[in-house]
């Protein structure tokens, strides 16, 4: 690809987009170096777009946000066999939920010792993955899964664990995203005393050693109040486990869920708040319970690889009905199902052309057939926006590509990465030859 002039991005509309995003000459804007025009033309539409010196930076950001922590990325987020390479060599760990999220990190050469297994429902496969490839931990979410896993270790086999708790505080962006209090299906309770049980029950297998406690209170979360206050809870039920078991756990998991802005405005975490956050309250809650300081470990997938990515569109159509204006364009819900599932918006905008129309109120809808495949409700777009013309919509790296579906065969978008000027496909485009591929019927 051509080398692109360098022009400063500063105005705020760009302040969700990744760093490395500037203008160019016409309308054009380029990420990691590249002319997203180029990208369209090179790769076509719909395409999600990776900015790998982004994931990178957000990995470090991590890091140093939580030096003395485990960081493990939560793969359900995005996977590709870059992004496990990325992750591991930025020095993250790896949370996956099934056997083929943790097949494909670990035949992408992902150490692991160092990934997380989880799972509400996890399936012989899952567990049969685990214990064959060697995982570091595996979290019980349910009393009837602990003999299940222990037979499968074997007798004389070993797998260190946590017990996932509920701690009974509600947080996260949509309800169908929250999992910190009772009545929804994850974890153990720690107010009905589930957890509790589930502990001595893990104890009562040899062959597991119970290793610490897991806490994910939910998703898009933007304050850093739920999680300590959830930490406490737990570090609570430390106490109680050593009163009764005489056992200190030396490992503390305390999830995902670090919510980032979608919009310009948004709010976000602010991660040095939470680490401030959790390492204090950590502190303070060990020495009033007298144990030692677990090893605190944190699981974020959004806010690594959500605002790294962008995702690409061609309008098809445009179309006035009463006063409303439709824009139609090559993609929708089976690439992006976030603003059907939790009404989620975005700001999409024109690239690739300069235009001076006045801005007008219009709804972005997707291809499918379907009223609600709207991608982005009543937002301004240029007047003039008409067939032909590019829309980029930022903050579509995590949970696009992951729960994109194959509806109306139109096949999931590629992933493709650009960094240092240059642009280079991750994860191809699903064609016609793959749903045909798969359906060997009569
Ligand atoms: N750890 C556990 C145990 C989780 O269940 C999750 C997300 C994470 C970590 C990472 O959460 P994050 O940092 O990415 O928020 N599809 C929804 C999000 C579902 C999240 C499920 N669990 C969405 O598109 O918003």
Redo the contacts with the bound molecule.
């Keep these: 690809m051509t080398t692109l002039p360098e022009v400063t991005a500063g105005a705020d509309e760009l302040s969700i987009w990744p760093a490395s995003t500037s203008r160019l000459p016409h309308g054009g804007l380029a990420v990691g170096g590249v002319s997203l025009a180029e990208v369209a033309d090179r790769f076509d539409t719909p395409a999600y777009v990776l900015d790998e010196g982004e994931v990178r930076a957000r990995c470090r950001t991590y890091r140093d946000a939580f030096p003395e922590a485990e960081v493990?990325y939560?793969a359900?987020?995005f996977l590709s066999r870059a992004m496990v390479r990325w992750v591991d060599e930025e020095g993250l760990g790896l949370?996956v939920?099934s056997a083929g999220e943790l097949e494909l990190a670990v035949t992408a050469g992902f150490p692991p010792e160092r990934i997380v297994l989880?799972g509400n429902a996890k399936s012989p496969r899952d567990i049969g993955a685990a214990l064959r490839l060697g995982v570091g931990r595996i979290?019980i979410d349910s009393a009837s899964e602990i003999a299940r896993l222990a037979a499968a270790v074997g007798p004389g086999g070993h797998q260190k664990v946590l017990v996932?708790v509920v701690p009974g505080i509600s947080a996260g962006?949509?309800e169908?995203?929250r999992?910190g209090t009772d009545g929804q299906k994850?974890g153990l309770s720690l107010t009905d005393g589930s957890a509790q049980h589930a502990v001595a029950r893990v104890l009562g297998q040899p062959q597991l050693e119970l290793v610490g406690l897991?806490c994910?209170i939910?998703?898009?979360?933007t304050e850093v109040k739920p999680y300590v206050a959830a930490l406490r809870r737990v570090v609570g039920l430390m106490a109680r486990i050593r009163d009764a078991h005489g056992l200190v756990l030396p490992e503390l998991?305390m999830?995902?869920?670090?919510?980032v802005a979608y919009r310009p405005g948004e709010p976000a975490l602010d991660l040095t708040a939470l680490a401030r956050g959790l390492r204090g309250e950590l502190a303070s809650a060990c020495a009033a319970a007298g144990l030692a300081v677990p090893r605190l470990a944190v699981?974020?997938?959004?806010?690594?690889?959500?605002p790294a990515g962008v995702a690409l569109y061609r309008v098809l159509s445009v179309k006035h009905t009463g006063d409303r204006v439709f824009v139609a364009v090559d993609g929708g819900m089976s690439d992006n199902?976030?603003p059907a599932?939790?009404g989620?918006r975005y700001a999409p905008r024109l690239v690739g052309r300069h235009s001076g129309a006045e801005p007008r109120t219009a709804t972005v809808v997707g291809r499918h057939c379907e009223a609600g495949d709207v991608l982005a409700a009543d937002v301004e777009l240029p007047g003039d926006i008409r067939p032909g013309d590019l829309l980029a919509v930022p903050v579509a790296g995590?949970?696009?590509l992951?729960?994109a579906s194959g509806y109306n065969m139109i096949g999931r978008p590629p992933v493709v990465a650009v960094a240092d000027g240059a642009a280079r496909l991750l994860v191809r485009r699903e064609t016609l030859d793959d749903f045909r591929g798969r359906d060997v019927g009569a």
């Design positions: 493990m939560a359900k987020a949370d939920c989880h979290v996932r962006g949509h169908k995203i999992t994850f897991h994910h939910g998703s898009q979360i998991d999830g995902g869920g670090h919510g699981e974020p997938g959004r806010a690594v690889v959500g199902p976030r599932l939790y989620v995590a949970y696009h992951s729960m």
